[in-house]
């Protein structure tokens, strides 16, 4: 088979110390691929004026297949104040690369798994009956809207004639926020499509007939979010009528599943919720597994564009320290998703296989994994480094 271009795209931060290590993970299993660079994150808003650069587009286009590491957003006047003193007043305005990317490229269908590894020192444990101490095992696949809702960047502040008198044709906003200075208002829409909502609907369900599961979680607040959420919640419903009558729809408000998630997450086999819900829902649920270290996604679009990242951002207070101490587990297991993508199961087995071992052994672990404050000294304190976690991953390689 003819060697696969993968974009590698670091980004900022800690992305750029975790996207090596898993392409170094990739390379020791023997997955034959050419990774070429590309350019995305705060430093070329900075010098360019544009985090998304339309070579690093072009590269997508291409080769169709993305390892994404993670960006730094920053508010709006942060932004302003960062960008180039050449570039500055030109009228140049921020934006998520991220979500570009993923409107960009329609990647709208997002998996993140969330499953327990055997022997993890951090898996939620509690109480069960006679003073028991449980410690369910969890492996819940959320699906997440990733283009639209409240996350499509359809917004304003003093929001221009047509849409604010748009908003006074609404009973409710006549009513409720006639009041507010223009200048003071800020609106963010939550769009939903009849399309796309589908879209995630369905693969949440091919999802669970595949895995022989008997519900599919909706993970809305329909009973105020009336539309949106309605919307979701409804299709839902038809589909398991009509097309699955062996799956049954489980509906649960967002904020009660985060009271849900201590009290019976092992309960949730699949779950699928909107662009922020799915978003809030898989941090928490990363947090019953070990946190956002253990955290992968992959995001699929229906034009063959992929792209395979960890849920976690750049975080920059851990970017600059000589050797690196982030864990690299979540984006490894980011590249295992890329691997069952391109039907490498084989190869994506034994790199799980490898981690679920060095985790159960837990000799290695990084400074997350020993609930150390993630500061320069803890290798020396114990803690292993980005690389030694890698290099005790490749070791267990068979
Ligand atoms: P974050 O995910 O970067 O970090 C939050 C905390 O999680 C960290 O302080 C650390 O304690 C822990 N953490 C994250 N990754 C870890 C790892 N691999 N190993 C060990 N611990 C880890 O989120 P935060 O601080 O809210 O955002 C930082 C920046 O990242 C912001 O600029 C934000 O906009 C951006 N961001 C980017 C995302 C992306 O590129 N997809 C997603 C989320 C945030
Ligand atoms: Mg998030």
Not at 296 to 312: D, K, M, Y
Request: proline share 5%.
């Amino acid at each position: 088979m003819a060697k696969r271009t993968i974009v590698a795209m670091p980004g900022d931060g800690i992305g750029k110390n975790v996207l090596k290590e898993s392409i170094r993970i990739l390379d020791a299993v023997g997955f034959e691929a050419n990774y070429v660079h590309g350019d995305i994150g705060w430093e070329f808003w900075c010098k360019e004026g544009n985090p998304l650069p339309d070579r690093t587009l072009k590269l997508l286009e291409e080769h169709k297949i993305g390892l994404f590491g993670a960006i730094t957003s920053k508010p709006k006047d942060k932004a302003e104040a960062e960008l180039a003193p050449e570039l500055k007043g030109k009228g140049y305005v921020y934006y998520s690369p991220i979500v570009a990317m993923r409107q960009k490229y329609d990647l709208d269908i997002c998996m993140r798994p969330c499953k327990t590894f055997k022997g993890n020192t951090l898996n939620f444990i509690r109480r069960g009956p006679n003073n028991t101490i449980e410690e369910p095992v969890i492996d819940t696949m959320i699906f997440r809207q990733n283009t639209e809702g409240l996350y499509c960047g359809v917004e304003w502040t003093n929001p221009p004639d047509q849409v604010y008198d748009a908003l006074m044709t609404h009973k409710k906003f006549k009513e409720n926020f006639a009041w507010c200075p223009r200048p003071e208002l800020a609106v963010s829409t939550r769009i939903f499509t009849k399309k796309y909502t589908t879209r995630i609907v369905k693969a949440a369900f091919e999802y669970a007939k595949t895995k022989g599961l008997k519900t599919v979680t909706v993970c809305e607040k329909p009973n105020v979010i009336r539309e949106t959420s309605g919307m979701m919640l409804k299709i839902a419903q038809e589909m398991s009528k009509n097309e699955y009558p062996d799956i049954k729809i489980q509906d649960t408000n967002i904020d009660a599943q985060m009271m849900w998630l201590t009290k019976n997450p092992e309960e949730y086999g699949v779950i699928v919720a909107s662009n922020m819900f799915g978003d809030i829902a898989s941090d928490a649920f990363a947090g019953l597994i070990g946190g956002l270290g253990f955290a992968c996604s992959a995001q699929f679009s229906s034009n063959g564009v992929a792209v395979f990242e960890p849920t976690h951002g750049s975080a920059p207070k851990y970017a600059g320290y000589t050797v690196s101490i982030v864990n690299p587990i979540a984006m490894i297991e980011s590249a295992c998703m890329m691997l069952d993508y391109l039907e490498e199961k084989k190869i994506s087995s034994k790199i799980r296989k490898a981690v679920a071992e060095v985790i159960a052994e837990g000799k290695v672990r990084t400074y997350d994994m020993m609930k150390m404050a993630g500061r320069p000294e803890v290798v020396k304190n114990g803690a292993a480094s980005t690389s030694q976690m890698t290099d005790a991953i490749i070791a267990r390689l068979k």
